[in-house]
């Protein structure tokens, strides 16, 4: 059975800081591609930074510059350092897995987590 179970979000302040973590069981997670979405209240699922299964990454526009994503393979986590956080960052923030290709479309990725929320305010 495939779970993949985040963890770390919270209440911030503007500029501050969260690390956010998932942990995958029931999958090869070495091969497996890797992503971040986000949910906001009223919006679609929106896609924030993936790191594929030989290390490369790729971020939205909207956070370059202030998250940083990476991966353990040994202890099968992904994990998404977030800085600067701002309130439009307030979301719920979902990791998802796919072993077939290099994507930033969320029909690519097969395996979701329940998500953890993010909120950003003063």
């Known amino acids: 059975q495939v779970q993949l179970v985040e963890s770390g979000g919270g209440l911030v302040q503007p500029g501050g800081s969260l690390r956010l973590s998932c942990a995958a069981s029931?999958?090869?997670?070495?091969?497996?591609?890797m992503a971040w979405y986000r949910q906001a209240p009223g919006k679609q699922r929106e896609f924030v930074a993936r790191v594929n299964a030989g290390g490369g990454t790729d971020y939205a526009d909207s956070v370059k510059g202030r998250f940083t994503i990476s991966r353990d393979n040994a202890l099968k986590t992904v994990t998404l350092q977030m800085n600067s956080l701002k309130p439009e960052d307030t979301a719920v923030y979902y990791c998802a897995a796919n072993p077939r290709r290099t994507s930033q479309n969320q029909r690519d990725y097969d395996y979701w987590g329940q998500g953890t929320q993010v909120t950003v305010s003063s």
């Open positions: 029931g999958i090869i997670f070495s091969i497996n591609n």
